[in-house]
């Protein structure tokens, strides 16, 4: 009784900026892991505790309110009424059974006695307030156990704020090999005394479930920090204060597989790696770069597909190649021959972009708008400046914007009014493109099957920008495991 008086007076004395609710959870492991979860919430009113799908119900074992009560599995919600402005729940939770029934990459997954979840798929969410509630997390995990997520840190706990668990991103549970990697800030590599710049590291924690060997661990943590390191070459800062990384066995698989990012409360992603990776294979790929880009951008709403997957569709191969991993025709080669997929988009406008238009008509979109970024300042800045200069003002990975908050925070960072130029262009009304024409001012052309690049083009001047970056910024190699 004292301890859960004790515990209203701290929940009802914190400032109004910090939490709402208290997550206390104990990860253990005994035939499958099991989570013991711990809710307290300040509220007046009653909350109702949902589970995200009647399989996740099914495998809440039990739960009762902070009197100790049991409540039956209730499909719709736990409805748990206040006591002394605190609403206490608890229930058990089958974390095993419920990966192994999903048995899904968008969601849940188990590898040896290890997991990774949405964090929707194990923690209930609370309904009854008339805001976002602030969660903070902590965890206690068996020996041998543990936990992370891309959630930032709050002292010992995880805080998700400003999202709903239905949209936080991935967890890891169990045992499984886990690391965190130093990174650099974001813009703290910009050139020159910047005020108010921030310097310092970030973290990049990297899970690897059950099913590599230690050859293959050790070449994943190589490829993963060698890649983390081109990202921050790019973006003059690594593109999150911290993340989480999962790399997910798939024995089946050749090569690399399946990538997705979700941003919700802190970047998280996770990437199938096949049984017969190896090293030349891995640097080969593209679906890493590709998702940690997706990490420096906020979620776009509305119709908005076909600029985050255009962006990055069209920074991956540049960033691999000013790390030396591709050359510069290899790169207008990869456009060339993909760029017509995503044309047909313009006319009908961007925002109707379906399947490959939403990769390849943003690929274009960004582009023109490279180009016209470095016309507009004499190439003094390009595309990285916009991206960059919109994730250095706080819009990270972790958060939602428009497509217009978005533009307009790029201009003033790039000094011209480029990208709405472009959306006003191209999205708001539909304009159609001609590939040709674009490829003759920029010089580039395939003769007998090779990239031929003509320095005497239009914007050639321009286009020699684009991969190599602008004269006083040359780009910054990032060496092979086998090369010099």
């Not at 990776?277 to 906020?298: C, K, P, S, Y």
Request: with cysteine; net charge neutral.
């Amino acid at each position: 009784m004292f301890r859960t008086m004790l515990l209203v007076a701290m929940l009802l004395c914190t400032p109004a900026w910090a939490q709402d609710c208290t997550v206390d959870g104990n990860l253990t492991l005994s035939d499958g892991l099991k989570l013991d979860i711990v809710y307290r919430c300040r509220s007046v009113g009653a909350l109702t505790f949902q589970a995200e799908g009647d399989l996740m119900v099914s495998k809440v074992l039990s739960f009762r309110d902070g009197s100790g009560a049991s409540q039956p599995i209730a499909p719709g919600g736990w409805r748990v009424e206040p006591v002394n402005g605190l609403v206490e729940a608890r229930y058990r939770y089958d974390l095993t059974g419920y990966a192994r029934a999903v048995d899904s990459p968008p969601k849940a997954q188990q590898r040896g006695e290890g997991v990774i979840s949405l964090l929707s798929g194990w923690l209930l969410e609370p309904f009854g307030y008339t805001h976002l509630p602030t969660i903070d997390i902590r965890m206690a995990a068996a020996p041998g156990l543990v936990f992370a997520s891309g959630l930032p840190r709050v002292g010992d706990a995880w805080r998700l704020a400003g999202t709903t668990t239905r949209f936080a991103g991935y967890t890891v549970l169990g045992r499984l090999d886990l690391q965190d990697l130093a990174v650099p800030l974001p813009g703290s590599l910009r050139p020159g005394e910047i005020p108010g710049a921030i310097k310092g590291q970030g973290v990049l924690r990297l899970a690897l479930l059950d099913g590599f060997s230690a050859g293959q661990r050790s070449e994943l943590v190589d490829w993963v920090r060698r890649t983390a390191e081109a990202e921050a070459n790019y973006w003059q800062g690594f593109t999150a204060r911290q993340m989480l990384l999962v790399l997910v066995p798939v024995p089946k698989r050749r090569g690399i597989g399946y990538g997705r990012t979700v941003p919700g409360g802190g970047p998280t992603v996770m990437i199938e790696v096949g049984a017969d990776m190896d090293q030349r294979r891995l640097f080969d790929d593209w679906v890493l770069v590709h998702e940690l880009i997706h990490t420096g951008m906020a979620f776009i709403r509305g119709r908005s597909t076909w600029f985050m997957e255009g962006a990055a569709t069209y920074v991956e191969p540049i960033i691999r190649a000013r790390a030396g991993w591709k050359t510069e025709e290899e790169v207008w080669r990869e456009w060339v021959t993909n760029m017509p997929q995503g044309a047909s988009a313009f006319a009908r406008g961007l925002g109707e972009a379906s399947g490959r238009e939403n990769y390849w008509g943003g690929a274009i979109f960004m582009l023109l708008a490279d180009v016209d970024i470095r016309r507009a300042t004499d190439g003094a800045k390009g595309l990285e400046d916009c991206l960059g200069g919109v994730l250095w003002s706080g819009l990270d990975g972790s958060q939602r914007a428009t497509l217009d908050a978005f533009a307009a925070i790029c201009d003033r960072a790039i000094g011209t009014p480029a990208l709405r130029r472009l959306i006003d262009r191209y999205v708001v009304s539909a304009r159609p493109v001609d590939l040709a024409v674009i490829w003759r001012d920029l010089g580039v052309a395939m003769v007998g099957g090779r990239v031929v690049l003509d320095d005497s083009a239009p914007d050639a001047r321009w286009r020699k920008m684009i991969v190599t970056g602008p004269p006083g910024r040359p780009p910054k190699r990032v060496p092979l495991p086998w090369g010099p």
